[in-house]
């Protein structure tokens, strides 16, 4: 059973795509439940983004909406579409189609012919659809003689050079209420796109426009306040950005003075420390001094006491000497000679003396030497500071760092896709290079050139995350692959031939393999690397475990499922045999 569609319900801006703003064709419905032209979203959505955001609401996508046309729109706007180029249409609601007859303006019958019935379930699937209708006392007379026309392009390209009616001027006549043109005094009811000027049906009709893409004013004014209102929620989406950044950078000024000001205690503190202890220092050297002197002055003295007595000793004896020499009792003096002829008991202070190092300078030479060491050192200090404050990597920890480990996978390795050379332990979390080829199956996943294994686990989603430890090797590879690329022979490494990883040469030469290489400056050399995916937004980083910093982040698109990569290298003689080893992740604290 069939219902007649009142044509008052009909109104083309319910069948327009808010893109292009024509008539649906090949129409498609989004997750949020906007419809429009197939080609014109998929138009839209192919700028480059990797996330997909509706037109109408900006509902984001992460991962672009696999869309269908919706046969049941398509169907009610090919009824629509049919029922404006029948004849019948030139009469909906009122309006004079351009070739009908001026006693055909009488009312019409509530129901349509045949032609323009359609199915009681599409037109209750339009009632669904279209939550507003058009209001059927509206005026459309500006309009209705171009609905006609333009309801029958199927491309969405720039409309057709306008071909007025027939009957053009009448109606131009009739548009008293409209701004005059100057030259013609007619209504300026058409704008003239290709010299981007509005104009009268006279003006259309004169060489002056003719031939040009011209379309109704009041048409192109709506368009244009369309384009307008997307043009605004853009604007308000690029303010609100920046306002956002501009939050976060007061933000961010806010904890870097803070942390000056944190900065700036800490080292008059240190300094603060370190002039007490130079002070304690100088007490302490001089006070070893001042015992020095001591001692020695303690020697000198008693040295000095023991030669005096002496001295005083010897005096008396040569005095005694003396007056015996002069002495005429000669039985006295034989008595006495013989005491006195003996030679004294004397010590031999030939080899007396008195030294110390203080004479020498040694401790002023000592500490010259140790303040020059530690005055070379201080110059360094702003040079160091000013180097650490210009990477933020060596300032402080990265604290996606821990968020990522949140993210941590369960990874082996698959033997099955190891170079011969290659030995997987048993565990399947360690892999070293051998110097001799291994007796094993040549699978078709095997690398049969390259040193290196997969992992058994794929992603195809998601967000993963696993550490490595590298040690003290000399070279390394480790990223992640496209499951499909090739394992025979010589292989191109670089994302476009679906290979992601970082790698070491030569103990210090760090890059991401692109077409050239980034190389990378390391100032910490890691010894646990962190690999962290997220296959949804296409990225790929590294991160120094040890150091809790970012080594390099990589952005691109997946397709397929991805494996994770590593490769040992060559061991080089021995030189680079240690083997890379999977680690569990643990927490930074």
Same mark, same amino acid.
């Not at 961010?252 to 003075?257: C, N, V």
């Given at each position: ?19 292009? $703003? ?26 480059? @983004? ?63 012919? @045949? ?8 037109? #209750?699937?339009?009632?669904? /659809? ?6 059927? *006392? +509206? ?32 109606? =131009?006549?009739? %548009? ?42 009041? /048409? ?5 306040? #369309?384009? $307008? ?6 604007? &308000?989406?690029?303010?609100?950005? @920046? ?9 961010? $000024? ?17 300094? =603060? &420390? ?20 001591? #001692? ?21 004896? %040569? ?5 015996? #020499?002069? +002495? ?12 006195? =002829? ?10 007396? +003396? ?33 180097? %650490? ?5 060596? %300032? ?31 565990? *399947? ?16 996943? @095997? ?24 040690? *003290? ?14 394992? &025979? *022979? ?34 910490? /050399? ?27 982040? !990589? ?10 990569? !590593? ?23």
């Amino acid at each position: 059973m069939a219902v007649s569609l009142p044509a008052a319900f009909l109104s083309e801006d319910q069948f327009s795509c808010s893109i292009c $703003l024509e008539v649906f064709t090949k129409p498609v419905t989004t997750p949020c439940g906007h419809s429009f032209c197939q080609s014109c979203i998929s138009s839209y959505w192919d700028g480059g @983004r990797h996330t997909y955001q509706c037109p109408l609401c900006k509902e984001s996508f992460h991962k672009r909406p696999e869309l269908h046309v919706n046969l049941t729109l398509k169907e009610i706007t090919e009824q629509f579409k049919q029922m404006a180029s029948s004849p019948i249409a030139g009469r909906v609601g009122g309006i004079e189609h351009p070739n009908s007859h001026p006693h055909h303006n009488q009312p019409l019958s509530p129901t349509l012919p @045949r032609q323009g019935e359609m199915p009681e379930n599409i037109f #209750a699937e339009m009632m669904t /659809r279209f939550q507003q209708l058009a209001d059927p *006392g +509206s005026n459309h007379q500006s309009r209705g003689r171009d609905d006609t026309h333009f309801a029958k392009m199927e491309h969405h390209g720039p409309p057709p050079p306008y071909s007025p009616p027939c009957s053009v001027r009448s109606s =131009s006549d009739s %548009s008293s209420d409209l701004p005059k043109c100057p030259i013609h005094l007619r209504g300026l009811e058409f704008f003239c796109r290709t010299d981007n000027i509005c104009v009268c049906s006279t003006c259309v009709e004169t060489t002056d426009h003719l031939g040009h893409n011209v379309t109704p004013a009041k /048409r192109e004014w709506h368009i244009k306040k #369309a384009q $307008l209102g997307i043009a605004e929620v853009e604007l &308000k989406d690029l303010i609100h950005e @920046r306002e956002r950044k501009v939050k976060e950078i007061h933000n961010s $000024l806010q904890e870097i003075q803070a942390a000056a000001e944190r900065e700036t205690n800490g080292v008059v503190c240190a300094f =603060s &420390k370190l002039i007490s202890s130079v002070e304690r220092c100088q007490s302490e050297v001089v006070e070893v001094i001042e015992v020095s002197l001591q #001692a020695v002055e303690l020697r000198a003295y008693s040295m000095l006491r023991e030669l005096e007595e002496e001295i005083d000793e010897l005096k008396k004896r %040569s005095t005694t000497l003396s007056q015996m #020499a002069l +002495s005429e009792d000669y039985i006295f003096f034989l008595k006495t000679f013989p005491a006195l =002829s003996a030679p004294p008991q004397a010590k031999n202070r030939s080899r007396v +003396s008195v030294s110390s190092q203080l004479t020498s300078g040694v401790i002023l030479r000592s500490v010259n030497q140790m303040i020059e060491h530690f005055h070379k050192e201080l110059r360094k200090l702003p040079e160091v500071c000013q180097q %650490s404050s210009s990477n933020p990597s060596l %300032s402080r920890p990265n604290p996606k760092v821990r968020r990522v480990q949140e993210y941590a996978a369960d990874i082996t390795l698959d033997p099955n896709t190891a170079h011969p050379r290659l030995t997987i332990s048993a565990d *399947g979390k360690q892999v070293h290079c051998g110097d001799h080829h291994q007796l094993v199956p040549d699978n078709p996943e @095997r690398f049969d050139r390259v040193v290196c294994v997969l992992a058994h686990q794929g992603f195809s989603l998601g967000r993963h995350y696993w550490e490595v430890e590298v040690g *003290g090797k000399t070279d390394w590879d480790l990223g992640v692959a496209s499951r499909s690329i090739s394992r &025979k *022979g010589k292989i191109t490494v670089s994302p476009a031939h679906g290979y992601w990883f970082l790698s070491l040469r030569d103990r210090t030469e760090y890059a991401f393999r692109t077409e050239p290489s980034t190389n990378l400056t390391l100032n910490i /050399r890691p010894s646990r690397i962190g690999i962290y995916v997220d296959y949804d937004k296409g990225l790929v980083s590294f991160y120094n475990v040890d150091a809790k910093v970012l080594i390099f982040t !990589f952005t691109d698109s997946f397709s397929g499922t991805i494996h994770p990569f !590593f490769s040992p290298c060559t061991n080089k003689s021995g030189q680079n045999e240690a083997p890379l080893i999977i680690c569990p992740v643990a927490m930074a604290e």
